[in-house]
């Protein structure tokens, strides 16, 4: 008798953009791994193509637009998103961040049409600092939190906070956030080629920052304790990676500290400027969750120093410095414990920071989790069925 394959399980993931972001770069991530014999992927970006669509098609993935403008509602992106689910048919919806969840929340019926699953990607976001919209979006899914099969959240922390925050999931998951050991690896070549570029000699110390200018990433606290390190060791250097750096570097009042800084607003090869750190810094005050650029750093056999937000603790174990948030002098005391570090002392430090991540956090295990949790709500009975049990 002729052996039945198992049909293949369509997810429609729901993102607000394809922007450069930690969520957007796991999403990528995701479904470029994610087995195609067992799964057929299609991404629906709210807004356009942004940064990542490209290499998401290149995995054959299909990527749709809806063309929301941003903070304006359009019944005409809800009546697209709807056709796309009855075209589709997918055995699950999984909507990342906020405004996905509130779409993908209404498209689906409040989840009676399909299998939805919502997911948090931060911890205590700072609402004052975002606009009203962002505000009453999370007012309505604390009111509707129990409407998906699932909420995912990739910290510990944001699971807490959202609970916290009055969300009554009929089943959390935390999935962390998962790092590609091949992609963020230690590369002595580089490292030497990335400071010949950055004019940097080979001997000179680099803290690094991986960040976009946002509130929560308070690079005004890295500065203040930059200034703090550059008074002790004035031959060391601070480079900045992230959209608005270069607007934040002319910004920097102290002309001493404004000349150590080296600040890009994008580069090519960020796996490769994060290997040529000497350490590597996450200065945010708030809403982190599973901090990519903490473990990218690790990863790439680089020690990290970074605050207590997020999971970030959980990540570091005992392979970096944790500090308070909003605190200058400790986190440069912290950098500066890292600087007093002999060479050899900081490569053996971040070897042991990439076993863990080796151990813990990579993308391997990341994907195997989706996957299990994407074969388990397809095999269940449709979630308009009244007998289906509760996830």
Known sequence: MALVSPRRLTIVHLVPALDAGGAERSLANLVSRLDPTRF???VVSMTGRGVFAESIERAGVPVHTLGLQRGRPSVRALWRLRQLLRQEAPAVLQTWLYHADLLGLIASGFGRSVNLVWNVRCSDLALGQYRVLTRCVLWLLVRFSSAPRVVLSNSEAGRRHHVALGYRARHWQVIPNGFDPEIWRPDPAARASIRQQLGVAPQTLLI???????????HGNFLAAAARVLAAHPGCRFVLVGAGSVALHAEIADSALRAACLSLDSHPAVPQITAAFDVACLSSAWGEACPNVVGEAMACG??????????AALLLGDTGRLVPPQNPAHLARA?????????????????RARARILEHYALARTVAAYAALYERLGASAHPADPSAPAA
């Open 302 to 311: 680089v020690p990290c120093v970074a605050t207590a937000v997020g999971d």
């Open 208 to 218: 690094g920052l991986v960040a976009r200018r946002d509130p929560m990433k308070d």
């Open 40 to 42: 057929r992927n299609v």
């Open 335 to 351: 950098l500066l414990e890292m600087l007093a570090l002999t060479p050899a002392q900081r490569v053996a430090l971040g070897l």
